[in-house]
């Protein structure tokens, strides 16, 4: 009983907050809360809010904008693009958003996110070119209270530096990082920083060439071969499963392994584009010698260097990459062909667990693939093959269809060998590794009625060959579904149920065999804009979680955004109050943060969350964000022992200079 009056009283408490573009933020949201658990501090989610945020202070103008401009909004599918541009190309200029009604697949809740990033501009800038900026940002956080930090040989706090230039010529920058426990101008980092990095890129002529230098990152075609950094998995935008072939980027996030350094380039010719590139790279691992040998066994990608062990293993391992992609494009079809070959300067010797039993070993790698993805009719077909060593071979393939006028429908079939292995592989896929995946994908969209959405999807897969985490071959579903209302601009509800039933290891003394887990979520959550100030999100959250025995959990929240008219300042907060029986019946909830800074943080076990954001602009330069955080978990007994509550705080600072 006392739980249900705290679940009702929180309901209607609420504290303020919003530190980035609330649209900005909601995109970020449906991204991140897909990941869940796979997510880390450093997910590179940076290029994605730097490109929204760009738009925001200069919309797109849809009347002008190529291809590449559309894809940098990462709202639409390339089926979208298509559609736009071909309706562009016979009606001409595009003059409101009511005009973008008509255009085939640009549904009213994708018109909704896009309004706050285009303009119907008709008039291109001064001589074509984009004027210069350049964009400093400095972030430091730190929690309390603090671990014992004897063990560590830096201080507690991390550091954040960022610099980017950014003209239609040339954009460059450099980024530093020092993460909780390292040193800081001392010890082994007497330099400075831990973690530090350099991009630029230039465009040598007048056509689309472009040459890359220092720290970048590659994605082709459907992620097989080599896509570095975020890609959207399994989500609540069921339909929207095509990953559109992003080339060649500069790197500027702080994640210290998702990246190439060297040189690349864009070499455009008709209907050509070529992308070769190479890299030496040292990398984080696990390194010893047998016989005057160098091998190692393993990885360190966690980017700390605080105690000796994680220093040992710093920049211990030389990795040479060299590749190329190269794309023919012709009205609306596209053949894509990509090799890497990768090289280690020491041998990699697997552990004798049996999952390794077909992952390859040694010092060298060589993937290739082939992607394809064009229009026949009405229907968008993709996908990708790939071959690697070991005879090695994998298979990802998909159709997105509109069956009706009102309706948006995606299939995905996957075919991946137990031998089959890319370093740099990040594909539409159950499991991270990809690598022993048999898996069939549907994603559904309808709009029934004006202002109702009907969406879900169902994952079948099977794994042939055993996973970290089974003791034998196993097989799953997963699937989503969702009803929204939106009853007004300003009002929407939406109630989603979420399930994931799949094999998983259980060990009893000496024996380790499968057993069926299943996880079944169901979240009801509603929005409203109250005035042109203040806004409200509140969401309950139910988690039932079963394996040997079973756990139930409970998560209620409440946000308010604040952002007066005519003023500088704005702030939005939450109060969330969540009880469960363990971890394994944890929720996740994505929390509005600093400018490219997030937080998803798992709630488990019986207490309170709650943050606060400030943001203030100073001048039309400077601009500072504060977060607040605090987690408290109230006093409980386990198996009869008592414990005491804890309260566990994070603070957050940046300052950002535009100039």
Not at 153 to 161: H, I
Request: with cysteine; net charge neutral; proline share 3%.
């Amino acid at each position: 009983m006392k739980r249900l009056i705290f679940t009702i009283m929180i309901s209607g408490l609420a504290v303020f907050s919003n530190a980035q573009n609330p649209v900005v933020n909601q995109i970020t949201e449906d991204m991140l809360e897909s990941l869940g658990e796979n997510m880390s501090d450093d997910t590179d989610i940076q290029e994605i809010q730097d490109d929204l945020e760009a738009f925001i202070q200069n919309p797109l103008k849809i009347n002008l904008a190529s291809s590449e401009d559309l894809m940098r909004l990462h709202l639409l599918s390339e089926v979208q693009i298509n559609n736009l541009l071909t309706y562009r190309k016979k009606t001409g200029t595009i003059y409101s958003l009511y005009e973008l009604a008509a255009v085939d697949g640009l549904t009213p809740d994708i018109l909704q996110k896009l309004e706050p990033f285009i303009s119907f501009d008709v008039v291109e800038e001064q001589s074509g070119r984009k004027r210069s900026s350049t964009d400093l940002l400095m972030r430091s956080n730190r929690t309390f209270p603090l671990s014992d930090q004897s063990k560590y040989e830096g201080s507690p706090e991390r550091y954040y530096l960022r610099m980017k230039h950014v003209s239609s010529r040339l954009e460059y920058g450099v980024v530093a990082e020092k993460d909780p426990g390292e040193a800081f101008f001392s010890h082994s980092n007497k330099q400075g920083v831990d973690y530090a990095n350099a991009f630029a890129n230039f465009r040598p002529g007048q056509n689309d060439n472009r040459i890359y230098v220092g720290a970048y990152h590659v994605r082709f075609g459907q992620g097989l071969v080599a896509w570095q950094g975020f890609s959207m998995g399994k989500s609540a935008e069921t339909t929207q499963i095509f990953r559109s072939d992003q080339g060649i980027k500069s790197y500027s996030s702080a994640d210290e392994n998702l990246f190439f350094r060297g040189i690349a380039g864009q070499f455009k010719h008709r209907d050509f584009t070529f992308y070769p590139f190479l890299s030496r790279h040292k990398l984080d691992a696990s390194t010893d010698t047998l016989d005057g040998k160098p091998y190692f066994g393993a990885f360190q990608t966690s980017g700390y260097h605080r105690t000796s062990s994680e220093i040992a293993g710093e920049n211990s391992l030389q990795q040479f990459v060299s590749g190329g992609h190269m794309t023919y494009s012709h009205n609306q079809w596209s053949l894509g062909m990509t090799t890497v070959y990768t090289r280690f300067d020491a041998y990699l010797d697997r552990s004798d667990e049996p999952y390794n039993q077909f992952l390859p070993e040694g010092k060298e790698n060589l993937v290739a693939g082939l992607d394809w993805k064009g229009s026949l009719r009405k229907v968008f077909i993709f996908g990708e093959a790939a071959v690697s060593k070991n005879s090695g071979k994998a298979l990802l393939t998909g159709v997105m269809m509109k069956p009706a006028s009102n309706a948006e429908l995606s299939l995905v079939y996957r075919n991946i060998n137990t031998s089959y292995f890319s370093f740099f592989a990040n594909a539409f896929t159950e499991s991270s590794r990809i690598n022993d995946e048999h898996g069939f994908y549907v994603g559904l969209k309808i709009f029934p009625a004006p202002r109702w959405i009907l969406l879900g999807y169902a994952d079948f897969f099977r794994h042939h060959w055993l996973k970290y985490t089974t003791a034998a071959p196993s097989s799953g579903t997963e699937f989503l579904a969702q009803v929204s209302y939106s009853p007004s601009r300003e009002t929407s509800f939406y109630l989603r149920f979420f399930q994931e039933e799949k094999e998983q290891r259980l060990i009893d003394g000496i024996l380790k065999y499968n057993e069926q887990q299943l996880i079944n979520r169901l979240r009801l959550n509603f929005t409203c804009i109250l005035t042109g100030q203040i806004s409200l999100k509140s969401r309950i959250e139910f988690s039932f979680y079963s394996k040997q025995g079973s756990e139930n959990g409970t998560l209620v929240c409440q946000d308010v955004a604040y952002k007066p008219l005519q003023k500088s300042f704005a702030m939005n907060g939450r109060l969330a109050y969540f009880y469960t029986d363990g971890y394994n019946s944890r929720l996740y909830a994505y929390e509005n943060d600093l400018l490219y800074s997030f937080s998803v943080p798992a709630l488990y076990g019986n207490g309170i969350r709650a943050y606060f954001n400030f943001q203030q602009k100073l001048g039309s330069k400077f601009t500072l964000w504060l977060k607040f955080a605090a987690t408290h978990q109230f006093a409980q007994k386990n198996d009869g022992i008592t414990i005491g509550s804890t309260t566990k705080s994070e603070v957050k600072f940046q300052v950002r200079y535009q100039f």
